[in-house]
């Protein structure tokens, strides 16, 4: 079943994720207003908590966004999460950090004005 909002935008945005105890690497595919697709290759239990820390080109590393989730499936070539909060000052901050910045590859929509953000942005 989905649960996502709004559109989903596909990334390459390389994380850190701390999960489990253990930092692992990745790499978001795509996200939306409530969660990302991240490619790894590992799996994590459902329901797993992680903190999901996004390096920028542009800030300084001791000042990465850091947004917690936790995993909502697993797949072939990654898993998938949920952010622990809709709406957050963080997933905002995302949003607008990624629709102006290369970390975008290509839009669901062919218009960025039409993404829809749930309302929230």
Do not use: C
Request: hydrophobic share 40%.
């Amino acid at each position: 079943m989905e649960h996502r909002w709004g559109r989903r935008i596909t990334v390459e945005i390389p994380i850190q994720m701390v999960a489990q105890g253990s930092l692992r690497s990745g790499l978001v595919a795509n996200l939306s207003v409530t969660g990302a697709l991240i490619k790894a290759d590992y799996q994590l239990r459902m329901l797993t908590r992680v903190q999901i820390f996004f390096e920028s080109p542009t800030r300084p590393q001791k000042d990465a966004l850091i947004l917690a989730a936790y995993v909502t499936g697993n797949y072939r070539h990654g898993i998938g999460v949920e952010w622990s909060e809709l709406a957050s000052r963080s997933v905002t901050e995302l949003f607008h950090a990624v629709t102006a910045s290369s970390w975008v590859t290509r839009l669901a929509s062919t218009d960025q004005t039409q993404l829809n953000f749930g309302g929230y942005i």
